[in-house]
């Protein structure tokens, strides 16, 4: 990370330099049992979106249009409760309340804005060890992602919605990574028709579908996950006609972002590899808070996310648009949260 930034923790699979030089990796939470797997994410060229000819195609998957990307890691499964109640429940600072051993990280993670108490548990019964975290905005998730940076001392951010596709397709050009044939679905992906398994539909413990050709999990389905873009639905005209390298819409208001890979709660359409989402204010609906939180989406039980980490050392102003509010709203109410108002 840049100077300045905390010391980073010892991983000597994670040390690469180069994109030869790129190893999978298991990134431990200082000071805790809890961590995730990264894969490494070869940078090349593929076609982003999907071709007229594809079932059940949107408009807003189209035109196609070709993407340079760089290297990157990516976790291998969807960021889990065990991971995420580190930061949104304070887990790490409890720790060390209770004796665990103090990590250089510490000072500079624990000055990052964490989540307000919420009003009902945001896993809503469905399931905490090993399942996917779920109800938390693109705010609050690239929140987690600069607290895990200064714990770790490595940069992680949501992935662009471009590196999503690139890594969720695998080298693929069909409808999903493993093919057209839908009923193959059930064999990659938790989505309406299989998520029940005795009982109502809900998400599922990570990692227990088959990966992709990168192995990669739950791509398809399990939870959508939220990427770094902004939802625009021509905004793949203008990138048609020519290369774009390391494309990303940056948000420009609160409503819509992405969220990309469907959800146990939806249909084979909405898995396929070039699907997109935009995020709407009904999804928190349901919010008893007034401004309502910045933090969950209390009507989203379908959402979640993955970490990505690029090989190049990010800027600071790069640093600030990864996990920065993007708009003043958001904002403000951070502001008022960190001087302990409403």
């Not at 009003?119 to 992602?145: E, K, L, N, S, W």
Request: charged residues 25%; hydrophobic residues 35%.
């Amino acid at each position: 990370m840049p100077a300045g930034r905390p010391p980073t923790a010892a991983v000597p699979e994670a040390a690469a330099r180069t994109e030869a030089g790129m190893k999978p990796y298991r990134e431990l939470l200082p000071g805790s049992d809890v961590g995730f797997d990264l894969v490494p994410i070869r940078g090349g060229r593929f076609v982003m979106g999907s071709p007229a000819s594809e079932h059940d195609r949107k408009d807003d998957e189209g035109p196609q249009h070709e993407v340079e990307l760089s290297p990157f890691w990516m976790g291998r499964c969807e960021v889990t409760w065990n991971e995420y109640h580190q930061f949104m429940e304070k887990l790490d600072l409890a720790a060390r309340s209770q004796g665990a051993a103090k990590q250089p990280q510490d000072a500079w993670a624990d000055a990052v804005s964490r989540p307000t108490p919420p009003y009902v548990p945001m896993d809503f019964g469905y399931g905490i060890d090993g399942y996917p975290a779920i109800c938390m905005t693109q705010f609050a998730a690239r929140h987690y992602t600069k607290w895990l940076s200064m714990k770790t001392g490595r940069c992680y951010r949501l992935p662009t919605e471009a590196e999503w596709e690139y890594a969720c397709r695998a080298g693929t050009t069909t409808a999903f990574s493993f093919g057209d044939d839908v009923k193959r679905l059930g064999d990659h992906a938790w989505y309406f028709e299989n998520s029940a398994e005795g009982g109502a539909g809900k998400p599922h413990p990570v990692g227990r579908k088959k990966p992709n050709p990168w192995n990669l999990f739950d791509m398809h389905g399990n939870v959508s996950e939220w990427v770094l873009d902004g939802h625009a639905a021509k905004g793949y005209a203008s990138l048609a006609g020519s290369t774009a390298k390391d494309p990303a819409n940056w948000p420009t208001s609160e409503y819509p972002h992405v969220v990309r890979g469907g959800s146990w709660d939806d249909d084979p359409e909405r898995l396929r590899s070039a699907a997109r989402r935009g995020s709407s204010k009904s999804w928190k609906v349901q919010d008893p808070q007034l401004p309502k939180s910045i933090w969950y989406f209390t009507d989203a039980k379908f959402v979640g996310f993955r970490v990505v980490r690029p090989l190049r050392d990010p800027t600071e102003d790069e640093m600030k648009r990864w996990w920065d509010p993007d708009v003043a709203p958001v904002a403000e109410i951070l502001e008022r949260q960190r001087r302990g108002q409403r």
